[in-house]
């Protein structure tokens, strides 16, 4: 199915994944207001003037985990040590339930992402 905003990718996702997306949209949401949008088949929070221009960071769903990562997630302090390097200068940290969702260290992974943005 292809969706056509954030709120219908979260709406599709099965139940634990939805709950997870819901811990982490409001944290995306305060540190990149009014963002986000579906991108290549997920959502992705960009500082550009259109989806995909300067793209901070993504929410992907699999069969038995959510990603959730940043394009420069490399360059960004991780003393949890849970960011998987990716390609290119990206990371991202798998989760697979709502208690793998850190608001702390998230909100501080995205306000590091948005100041590598200017």
């Known amino acids: 199915m292809k969706h056509t905003t954030v709120t219908d ?26 963002t986000g949008a579906v991108w290549h088949g997920h959502p992705v929070w960009s ?23 940043f394009w420069q997630g490399q360059e960004l302090s991780d003393p949890s040590g849970r960011l998987d390097a990716g390609a290119r ?8 339930s709502p208690e793998d969702v850190d608001a702390e260290l998230f909100a501080d ?10």
């Open 109 to 118: 992974w995205l306000s590091q992402a948005r100041g590598l943005h200017g």
């Open 47 to 69: 500082l550009g003037d259109r989806p995909g221009m300067s793209p901070v960071c993504y929410l992907r769903a699999h069969r038995s985990h959510v990603s959730f990562g």
């Open 9 to 34: 990718y979260v709406a599709g996702l099965p139940e634990t994944q939805r709950e997870i997306a819901g811990l982490l949209l409001p944290l995306v949401e305060e540190a990149l207001p009014g």
């Open 89 to 96: 200068s990206m990371a991202q940290v798998r989760l697979r």
